[in-house]
């Protein structure tokens, strides 16, 4: 609220509550109080949005700081700066004349300083016999000491504000890249559903993220795209969990059948040259067909395999498949029924099924066994990775969730 034209000991011009206000809580500082003057000066550069500054504004203080000779400013020590105009444009990078007045203006507004105008409008300082400062007329630095609590609250929220902000924006971009994989894995491995139709609820949600969205449009966005993720992975995960029970179901039998036989083969060393990369003329017709996951979906999947890879870690899918040889050998799958998965699904999804079967070693009997018949089902084209490889995904990400 205007209080009109008055005249103060800062000078006549227009007056306000809030700035007469300020003014007189500057001269109310707390004895012995200090404060470094550049980091309050960096506090006020992270909260300049929410005090409502402008770059130039921060240039302009910064300048304003550099004429107060301390390092610190001391609620006991004279305060204000006397800088001529000329001084100050020297200081801010050669800014134009009626800009700088703008900014001081604005920083005056704001309650960052206070004018402190002598009676003819000029900034000086007045000195006694001993050459110390005895009376300055400028610009009062108080209210940045004064302030310098608040200021530093307000940047702590707005470094936290723009944090969150940035982990916001990181698990969309996650969320939106898994479940773009999910939605292209199930399309291309034929798994049932609707995907036409996930899919164009998928590019709904994309086009309404806006080209500079706020936290509440990210959050919001994104608590939408984690359900559909949610509804994909149950989806999937409905799917292959039918299909391990009625595969362990229809063959726990002869896997205890065939355990004795196979016992001898599946502890057998293996070879230094098994690498899979000699496939026999024997391959089944669905070895066509399956296609490898995208890498990274394999290792979200199943991230126990990453441990036996070369020097603990996978970087790409020949690590993947040295890796599997390893598990082979230590899961007791037997180089010709490793060898035979190679040929019937292809190198890389053998690997991949040796990394699932790792993840679900405590359910399967026989893992030699097991391989064998997902080979066998395979080359019937009764068996894809799909739904295997999505029903892991989803239960590691509930996993990370519930332990987040």
Not at 8 to 19: E, Q, S, V
Not at 380 to 403: C, I, Y
């Amino acid at each position: 609220m205007q209080t009109g034209s008055v005249t103060t000991p800062f000078g006549r011009r227009p007056m306000t509550l809030a700035l007469v206000k300020r003014q007189v809580a500057a001269n109310d500082i707390k004895a012995g109080k200090t404060v470094e003057k550049w980091k309050v000066f960096r506090d006020a550069s992270e909260a300049k949005e929410e005090l409502g500054l402008q770059s130039n504004s921060l240039a302009v203080l910064d300048a304003l700081l550099s004429f107060y000779p301390e390092n610190e400013l001391r609620q006991d020590a004279q305060l204000v700066v006397f800088p001529s105009n000329a001084q100050l444009i020297l200081r801010a990078h050669g800014m134009a004349g009626a800009t700088l007045r703008r900014h001081l203006a604005l920083l005056v507004d704001v309650g960052l300083i206070v004018r402190k105008d002598s009676a003819n409008g000029k900034r000086y300082a007045r000195k006694n016999g001993a050459g110390e400062i005895e009376n300055a007329f400028g610009f009062d630095l108080s209210p940045i000491l004064a302030r310098s609590e608040e200021l530093a609250i307000i940047a702590q929220k707005v470094v936290a504000a723009r944090s969150a902000f940035r982990k916001a924006k990181e698990n969309l971009t996650i969320c939106r890249r898994d479940v773009r994989k999910l939605i292209t894995a199930a399309i291309e491995e034929g798994a049932d559903g609707d995907w036409m139709a996930i899919e164009a609820m998928y590019i709904d949600l994309v086009a309404r993220i806006p080209r500079s969205p706020t936290l509440s449009d990210v959050a919001s966005i994104l608590d939408e795209l984690e359900l559909l993720r949610e509804e994909i992975l149950n989806l999937l995960d409905t799917q292959l969990n039918s299909e391990f029970n009625s595969t362990n179901a229809a063959h726990i039998e002869q896997h205890i059948q065939n355990s004795k036989s196979e016992s001898l083969n599946e502890l057998e060393p293996s070879s230094e040259k098994e690498q899979c990369e000699k496939p026999s003329k024997s391959r089944g017709p669905n070895s066509e067909t399956l296609k490898a996951f995208p890498l990274g979906v394999v290792l979200k999947a199943c991230p126990q395999i990453i441990d036996y890879g070369p020097a603990g870690a996978v970087g790409g899918w020949r690590d993947l498949m040295s890796a599997a040889i390893v598990v082979r050998s230590m899961l007791g799958v037997s180089p010709s029924a490793y060898q035979e998965a190679c040929e019937t699904m292809g190198p890389e999804n053998a690997a991949v099924a040796i990394a699932c079967i790792l993840e679900r070693a405590g359910h399967i009997n026989s893992a030699g066994g097991y391989l064998r018949d997902l080979t066998n089902r395979a080359g019937r084209d009764e068996f894809s990775l799909g739904p295997m490889v999505m029903a892991l995904l989803r239960s590691n990400v509930g996993s990370e969730r519930r332990t987040g």
